[in-house]
């Protein structure tokens, strides 16, 4: 005969104290806050915050590295699907923002920088980024990116 298992839980292991008492649930809301806020504020540029995200990661890896980056690179950059980026992207590119150009050496990899109107919206998208991160975090904006950086981070590793 075999000994029943334990099924307790470990002691050390906190009691539920409801939503209101959770930092994931607060995080849900105040990137659910900030996005509206973002969408907002974006809309009249005639940018959604994930085509800026996109674009920007797309202007800032190219003006920090050798060559264009690819589709790939912004899409894991960004924190973006690979499929959505490539739509989204498709969309920058129809509309005069961005440059997609096959690699001189795999014509398979897409090279993506962004035109000079897009690099004007970007330059745009930002001042309205930085307000917005001022207006809606004040002085506790780095303290609150580190943490938010180290979340990251562990989970990164978790998985």
């Known amino acids: 005969m075999t000994e029943p298992e334990d099924r307790s839980e470990p002691a050390s292991?906190?009691?539920p104290r409801g939503p209101l008492m959770s930092p994931g649930f607060w995080l849900h809301h105040a990137a659910l806050a900030w996005r509206q806020?973002?969408?907002?504020?974006?809309r009249?540029?005639?940018?959604?915050?994930?085509?800026?995200m996109l674009l920007a990661s797309a202007g800032w890896l190219a003006a920090t590295s050798a060559r264009?980056?690819?589709?790939?690179?912004?899409?894991?950059?960004?924190?973006?699907d690979r499929?959505?980026?490539?739509?989204?992207?498709?969309?920058?590119?129809?509309h005069g923002l961005a440059i997609?150009?096959?690699?001189?050496?795999?014509?398979?990899?897409?090279r993506l920088?962004?035109?000079p109107a897009g690099q004007e919206l970007v330059r745009r998208g930002v001042r309205v980024a930085i307000d917005l991160d001022a207006e809606m975090f004040g002085p506790d904006g780095?303290?609150?990116?580190?943490?938010?950086?180290?979340?990251?981070?562990?989970?990164r590793t978790a998985s």
């Open 113 to 115: 920088r962004p035109t």
């Open 68 to 80: 264009p980056p690819t589709q790939q690179e912004v899409a894991d950059y960004a924190g973006a």
């Open 13 to 15: 292991r906190p009691e």
């Open 100 to 110: 997609r150009q096959p690699d001189p050496a795999d014509g398979r990899v897409k």
């Open 142 to 155: 780095d303290s609150l990116r580190e943490t938010l950086e180290r979340i990251t981070a562990r989970a």
């Open 37 to 42: 806020a973002f969408d907002r504020q974006l």
């Open 83 to 94: 499929m959505m980026t490539s739509k989204v992207l498709q969309g920058l590119v129809d």
């Open 44 to 52: 009249p540029l005639g940018l959604t915050p994930t085509q800026f």
